[in-house]
């Protein structure tokens, strides 16, 4: 079966790119980065959650580590 190459919509890839800028501060504050994968993909929600309320990512990794 040939694997599809699914188009993501442009508010989809600013959320992917988003967590990934979140994911390099989550590894300033002391994370190694397959903690910092982890965390994200099971706190996807919430992560969701403050990038439409408009945290940037250093904010929300902040916010993480608290």
Do not use: R, S
């Not at 890839?13 to 989550?26: A, S, T």
């Amino acid at each position: 079966m040939a694997k599809k190459k699914e188009e993501l919509d442009p508010e989809t890839l600013e959320l992917i790119n988003w967590c990934i800028e979140v994911e390099g501060f989550l590894v300033k504050g002391g994370a190694t980065q397959a903690q910092a994968q982890d965390h994200i993909e099971e706190q996807v929600e919430w992560f969701t959650d403050q990038f439409y309320d408009g945290l940037t990512p250093e904010e929300a990794a902040k916010e993480a580590l608290a």
